[in-house]
């Protein structure tokens, strides 16, 4: 379901992304940081024609590195949100 339609039906989102180059970059940078931590950083995207917020997860397991992202347009905190959708 396009982000967009959603909006203009008033249905609230958090969903989430599909990796890229950019995601990708990011992730990484944040697993070279974490030192074997979990870590996330939040950010305003800037692509789309109105604001969204990318919440994006470094984690490094005993598997490997395990990046995840979400967006959301929805107000309040951002680590909430995606504690909220991706704890079910």
């Known amino acids: 379901m396009p982000l967009a339609w959603c909006e203009r039906q008033g249905v609230g989102y958090t969903v989430g992304m599909a990796k890229h180059k950019r995601l990708n970059r990011l992730a990484a940078q944040m697993d070279d940081d974490a030192n074997g ?3 996330r950083q939040f950010h305003a995207a800037r692509t ?3 604001p969204r917020r990318v919440v994006v997860k470094a ?3 005993g598997l490997g590195s395990n990046p995840r992202s979400v967006v ?3 107000p ?3 680590k909430r949100r995606y504690d909220k ?3 079910r």
């Open 37 to 39: 931590h979990k870590q």
């Open 76 to 78: 309040g905190d951002p």
């Open 72 to 74: 959301t347009h929805l």
């Open 59 to 61: 984690e490094h397991t």
């Open 48 to 50: 789309w024609d109105r």
């Open 85 to 87: 959708v991706c704890s």
